[in-house]
């Protein structure tokens, strides 16, 4: 059997006005994440570490900012993709962890619902995912609360 490792990572600013979304969750706050798509830092995370582990690139390469169809896109269909991409090459999720780094708002109230989205859209069992939760300090651009950041390691095996 094999098994391989991705790491994953986004950020993005923050900005008045716009909706909040992590892990495929719509989150109450009064900024929201500034990007192409719906720019959902958790699921941009777990693309890029998806496709990383089996060294098919980047998420950047499969979804380009630069492509007018991803316009407000829900990332969701990112995860879905590179999902589907793994399990055709004959590969699995077998576990996540992820930590998102937010100043605010607190994620403890939306962390359940972050968890049993992934483990849905990662098609695993919701033990298999874990999401944590951590703040800038009041240091830096996630201290400022002018970003949020997310990473992600993902581990995959061969079926």
Known sequence: MSFRVGLGT????LDSGLPLVLGGVSIEHTQGLV?????????????DALLG???????????PDTDPQWKGA??????????EKLTSL????VNL??????QQPKLLPYKEA?????????RVEENRVNVKAKTGEKVGPVGR????????????EQT
Request: proline share 0%; charged share 20%.
């Open 53 to 63: 582990a089996v060294g098919l690139g980047d998420i950047g390469e499969w979804f």
């Open 74 to 83: 829900a990332s969701e269909k990112f995860v879905e993709a590179a999902v």
């Open 145 to 156: 609360q002018e970003a949020m950041e997310a990473t992600v390691v993902v581990l995959v």
């Open 97 to 102: 962890d992820c930590i998102i780094h937010a």
């Open 10 to 13: 986004d950020v993005h600013r």
């Open 90 to 93: 004959g590969w699995r999720v």
């Open 35 to 47: 990007g192409h798509s719906d720019a959902d830092i958790v699921l941009h995370a777990i693309t």
């Open 114 to 122: 972050i968890r049993a989205n992934l483990a849905r859209l990662l």
